[in-house]
């Protein structure tokens, strides 16, 4: 079965903290990862995809198939990173999207 | 120009009641989707239609009953509305039921009185 699990409901950090927002996953095949973010009274909205490699606004994510993981890690957080994040995983074709429980970043000052 | 549009974004209504959700979309996609974000703001996907053809049917009530005109929009009618319909509604779109890579809706909250 597929899943993904994100253990923090919630992460709080002071500006210009490390953060790293976990999401481990349960796929018996080769899966496709992303981060999808939810900004407040924004729409959903994609972050990023782990077959791209990429930094985007200073987060990146590296899929480690040993661990099942593919945690989201940003070196200094800015106040405007608070928003909802969600870890996604595509399987096999003919199934959706799966998202995760989703993990609120809320970065003080 | 609005990717992902639905309507209505807020819908009060009494339990028993019919209503629908409408969802457009213009960026020329051939995949469209219905996901409901509960309470703990958990998405679950609920359907998912490829041109025009119902492509995922997860395990929703059939008081559900999605239905796609045309490749631009997906609707979603909701029969003898209970209290726990509550919640939002995304539609979402897609290039190809292959990708990953969803461009979503504002969202439709759902209220059951």
């Known amino acids: 079965a597929q899943r993904v699990t994100q253990p923090e409901k919630l992460l709080s950090v002071f500006k210009g903290a490390p953060v790293e927002l976990k999401c481990n996953y349960s796929?018996?095949?080769?899966?496709?990862l992303f981060w999808y973010v939810q900004y407040s009274r924004q729409r959903l909205q994609l972050l990023l995809r782990h077959i791209s490699r990429e930094s985007i606004k200073g987060f990146t994510a590296d899929l480690n198939k040993g661990e099942t993981s593919f945690h989201l890690k940003k070196p200094f957080a800015q106040e405007e990173d608070s928003a909802m994040y969600y870890c996604?995983?595509?399987?096999?074709?003919?199934?959706?999207?799966?998202f995760g429980k989703g993990t609120t970043l809320s970065v003080s000052s | 120009d609005t990717a992902v549009s639905q309507t209505p974004k807020y819908l009060v209504t009494q339990m028993g009641n019919d209503k629908s959700i409408k969802c457009e979309q213009n960026?020329?996609?051939?995949?469209m989707y219905w996901y409901k974000q509960d309470s703990k703001k958990f998405l679950k996907i609920m359907f998912s239609y490829n041109n025009k053809e119902l492509i995922i049917n997860e395990t929703v009530p059939n008081r559900f009953s999605p239905k796609s005109p045309d490749k631009a929009h997906l609707n979603l009618h909701i029969n003898s509305l209970e209290l726990g319909d509550s919640a939002v509604y995304f539609c979402a779109s897609s290039q190809g039921w292959l990708t990953g890579e969803l461009f979503f809706g504002e969202g439709s909250r759902l209220t059951v009185l």
């Open positions: 960026l020329g996609h051939d995949t």
């Open positions: 996604a995983l595509k399987g096999q074709a003919g199934t959706a999207l799966i």
């Open positions: 796929y018996s095949g080769s899966p496709e």
